[in-house]
Structure formats: C-alpha cells, structure tokens
C-alpha cells in the first residue's frame, strides 16, 4: 500500500514475467478527507469537476491499455527469442520418433548441421495434478505434452460439489473434458498412451507403448498407486531379489532364473527387458487374466502366489497348491505403471506409495517433478491442482534457468 495525505492505494503484487505474463492491478480508497471546500461549490460545478475528472481517469485507462498492447507485441518478440536460444543451447540428440527430423527444421533449410529440440516437458497423467501441470507449463512458453491411458479416478466420481466455481454441482467426467478442451486450446499435445518405464541417459525418456518420448523434465501425475498385494517376502526382500525396474536390475539376473509379477502390458515391457539377460522368466498372474501376449519363451503361471520366499535374497516363490518355484529375482509389474512405480525406476525417494518431494514439487532426481494424489495427503481435487500449478510452474522456472 502507498499512503497519499489524501487516499490509499493498493497494488495486489504487480509482477512481470519477461516473456510470458504482466499483472498491473490498482486500487484506491479515500479515508477522512477534506471535502469543506467542495461542498460549497454546488451541484453543478461538482458534476462538471467528477465528469472531468473521470475524463482523465479514462484518458489514463488508455494510455495503460495501449502499453499493455505494446508489451504483448515485445513479450512475443522475447518468448521467440528465448526459444531460439533454447534451441541453440539443447545439446545433440539422436533422433527418435517424436522428435524433429533434420528435413522437418528449420536449420536444415539454412544449412545448420546440428539436430535439437527446444526445451520441453512430458507430463504423465491427465487428470486434474497432470492438466493443472500442463496449463502452468504451456502459459510458461514451454512444450508440454501430456501422456495418458485415458479417464482416471476424477471419471468415477458422480458429483462434485466441493470444487470452487460452480454454482451447480458437477460430474467427474463432465470437469475432465472442459480441462482437457482448455489446455488444448493452449497447445497442450495430449497423447493416448500407456506408460510402461521411466530411464535416463543424457535426458529423462517416458517409454510407452508408443514410444520414447525424451523430455528435460518429466512430472508424474498418474494418481495414487494401487495398492501392493499383501504377499509374504514383497517388501521384506525389496532390494534383496525384489525388484520395480527391469530396465535398472536386469544386469544382476544375467544367467539367472527369475519371475515377473503382473498380466498386462506393464509386465510385458519388463518381460521384454529381461528376455535377452536372464536364463529364464515365469509370468505370475497372481490369479488375475492375461491381458497382452507374452512370448512364448516365457513360462506363464496363474496361480496366487502364497510367499516370496529368501532370508539374505530371494530364492523362490510359494505358489496356492504348495509349489516353489526357485527363482533369484522377482520384477513387480502388477497393473498399469502408476506414479510411484515410475519413479523407482530412476531410484527416486519414495515412503510406502508415496512419492518424496520437495517444497517445488521435485523429486529427488533433478528434473522429475510429481503432483498430485501420487504425493500423499488430501486426496482432493482442489489439492491436486495446487500441486500441479506448483510443478509445472517450478519445472518450467528450472529449465528457462538452465
């Protein structure tokens, strides 16, 4: 507040961000003035003085409106120039089905030799953390694109009335299409995809049944993990036989019998990861139905599983009818790859199905953010936007600074 002897005025946070935003908003109210003069005056010397007066108060209005304008035009002129330099500072990358191709650039039609993309993020979920993400990403100028298995948790729900802005209650799916529909109004790519693993070389990668998409930050959004089936040995061993990433441990497998456990495309990406190392793999379904093919190398179990068995490590799996089954190593691959699943996979912190982060949202592998129920707490979703906001807001912050 900047106190005058005769009004207050108030300034809520005017800020600038170079590129992307300009917030100017004022506020004025007048307290104990002196109006002894003015009212001696009369009526109508008074209302020629307040249409003068609002006369200037427009005048003024304008002269903002046109800088406001101006700004707009030089904001363009910098969100170009920073994503030029963002593409001139990506280092070189081999080419890979989402990313540009020399003849799609346009440094191959001037003759530049060197292949980059600019800077981007790849967003997993698409529910209210991962749109929420998405919007604050995109507004920020950064490429966002969102990977998603399809409706989540926010589809089931019936009615929302806890949600701010609406003066009728709302249904799950009914709030899903009208935040998609405004992020892709924005320039969110959204894509129909499962995820199935997480690595990282020179960039984080999101592999999926569609593909790998490299990204220079990555934000998990995928809700809250299901929950681990309550088998014997599952946590006990973990570290010690039990592995989440087929990709990461399959080197200490070579030669070795071991087991996945899971029935669908997540299992199968892991199958396929473990093929070509290890001695042999045996498919636990734990009792549920196959829903992918597996190869035909692969020896395929349906049984519930009793006990992962192993004191030091893992030896074996106790089977319903009192087999075992002598393994070294079990792979947990059990649904979809949520969240949490992902983020073993680059060894991010995580307590139970809950992934660590910090005050910015990041996990502890630099670049990977996560939001949302995934995160812990209040699962609502006035929680999950907050979180989104906050990840794709800081996300984007890190890679403008990098």
């Excluded at 949600?163 to 992020?183: C, D």
């Excluded at 960039?203 to 490299?214: D, I, K, N, S």
């Excluded at 190593?329 to 982060?357: D, M, P, Y």
Aim: glycine content about 10%; hydrophobic content about 40%.
């Amino acid at each position: 507040m900047e106190e005058n002897r005769d009004y207050h005025a108030y300034r809520y946070g005017d800020y600038l961000t170079p590129g992307s935003e300009l917030k100017i908003e004022h506020s004025v109210v007048c307290e104990n003035v002196d109006i002894s003069t003015l009212i001696t005056m009369g009526t109508d010397s008074l209302e020629a003085m307040r249409q003068g007066s609002i006369d200037g108060e427009q005048k003024a209005y304008e002269l903002v409106v046109a800088a406001a304008k101006q700004w707009e035009q030089q904001a363009a002129a910098t969100q170009t120039i920073n994503r030029a330099l963002e593409y001139l500072r990506t280092p070189e990358i081999e080419h890979t089905g989402n990313q540009w191709k020399d003849t799609d650039n346009w440094r191959a039609a001037v003759g530049v030799q060197r292949s980059n993309t600019m800077s981007n993020i790849v967003i997993v979920g698409s529910g209210p953390a991962g749109v929420s993400a998405a919007l604050y990403a995109v507004r920020a100028g950064v490429q966002t694109t969102v990977l998603t298995k399809g409706s989540g948790a926010l589809a089931r729900a019936e009615k929302i009335e806890n949600y701010y802005g609406f003066a009728q209650p709302v249904s799950g799916p009914e709030l899903e299409r009208r935040s998609i529909e405004n992020a892709r109004r924005l320039g969110v790519q959204f894509v129909q995809t499962e995820a199935v693993g997480l690595t990282w070389t020179d960039r984080l990668t999101v592999e999926t049944l569609a593909g790998a998409y490299p990204a220079d930050a990555v934000i998990l959004a995928t809700g809250a993990s299901r929950a681990v089936p309550r088998i014997p040995g599952l946590t006990g061993l973990e570290g010690h036989g039990v592995s989440w990433c087929a990709a990461c441990d399959a080197f200490f497998y070579r030669g070795k019998d071991v087991a996945v456990l899971g029935s669908g495309e997540y299992a199968l990406h892991e199958v396929q990861a473990l093929l070509p190392v290890v001695k042999s793999v045996t498919l636990l379904t734990n009792g549920a139905a196959l829903t992918a093919d597996f190869p035909p190398e692969v020896s395929v179990c349906t049984q519930k599983v009793e006990a992962i068995l192993g004191e030091q490590t893992v030896t074996g799996v106790q089977l319903a009818d009192g087999a075992v089954r002598e393994v070294s190593g079990v792979f947990v691959a059990l649904g979809v790859a949520g969240s949490t699943a992902l983020a073993r996979k680059l060894g991010a912190a995580v307590e139970g199905s809950r992934i660590v982060v910090d005050d910015k949202m990041q996990t502890t592998v630099p670049g990977l953010y996560a939001a949302g129920d995934c995160t812990g707490g209040l699962l609502q979703v006035a929680k999950a936007v907050y979180e989104g906001a906050l990840a794709g807001t800081e996300a984007a912050k890190a890679l403008r600074k990098g």
